[in-house]
């Protein structure tokens, strides 16, 4: 049974380029939330989408943005990146939005 | 602003110690969870106290939630060098636990 996946591992951007970054729930999971991690923080909550919406946001601006397949896998893009988006992005999965969350690798971007 | 502060930042300890971190938060809750990390990676659920328990154990894990003084303590008893790693504790809101809140987490480093 696979648990959460992400692609790619690591990613190098220029500013002012566009990423986007996907994640696979764990098996059974229809619920996939996002986080951003920078160095030495902990994880920062961007956003979470159940049944092909989001449903909740974080404290981010529109640049990010997100999309939830049928399939209940997810996509987290960014637009016109910033040196400050530079970070660890994780995706979580939980079967509704009341179960505990699992965590995938993460994908590091780095905009330079 | 975050809503979980893991204190002390940093612990270092020899293999068979305890190590103890602690977590304050700033609203009511329904539950706490903790979390670990190692190196930058995802982050691995460890164990779920609710608001009604002020105990709970998992394996060499034991955790304790004060609710009056809105703090919880995440125990690691005889520790190993595989404990090495981040852990964070994380709030959920009451009306999802989609929306996770981190600290800034406590990095443990366990020495053979």
């Known amino acids: 049974d696979a648990g959460v996946t992400q692609s790619p591992t690591h990613l190098i951007k220029t500013r002012g380029q566009q990423v986007t970054l996907r994640c696979s729930p764990k098996s059974g999971h229809d619920t996939v939330s996002w986080y951003q991690q920078a160095l030495g923080q902990g994880p920062q909550f961007i956003f979470q989408y159940y049944e092909e919406e989001e449903r909740q946001r974080g404290n981010f601006p529109d640049r990010f943005s997100g999309h939830q397949f049928p399939n209940y896998s997810s996509e987290l893009n960014v637009n016109a990146l910033l040196l400050g988006d530079s970070a660890l992005y994780l995706c979580?999965?939980?079967?509704?939005?009341?179960?505990?969350?699992?965590f995938g690798p993460g994908t590091r971007l780095t905009v330079l | 602003s975050q809503q979980g502060e893991e204190d002390p930042q940093a612990l270092s300890i020899q293999e068979g110690e305890n190590a103890t971190m602690n977590c304050s938060y700033k609203t009511s809750i329904n539950n706490l969870q903790w979390y670990r990390q190692n190196s930058g990676r995802g982050l691995v659920h460890l164990i779920l106290i609710r608001s009604n328990e002020r105990e709970k154990h998992s394996g060499r894990l034991r955790v304790t939630l004060d609710t009056s003084k809105k703090s919880s303590s995440l125990l690691i008893t005889a520790s190993r060098a595989a404990d090495t790693a981040s852990y964070f504790c994380a709030t959920p809101p009451t009306d999802s636990w989609g929306k996770l809140q981190f600290g800034a987490g406590t990095q443990v480093v366990v020495t053979p």
């Open positions: 979580a999965s939980s079967l509704g939005t009341f179960n505990e969350q699992f």
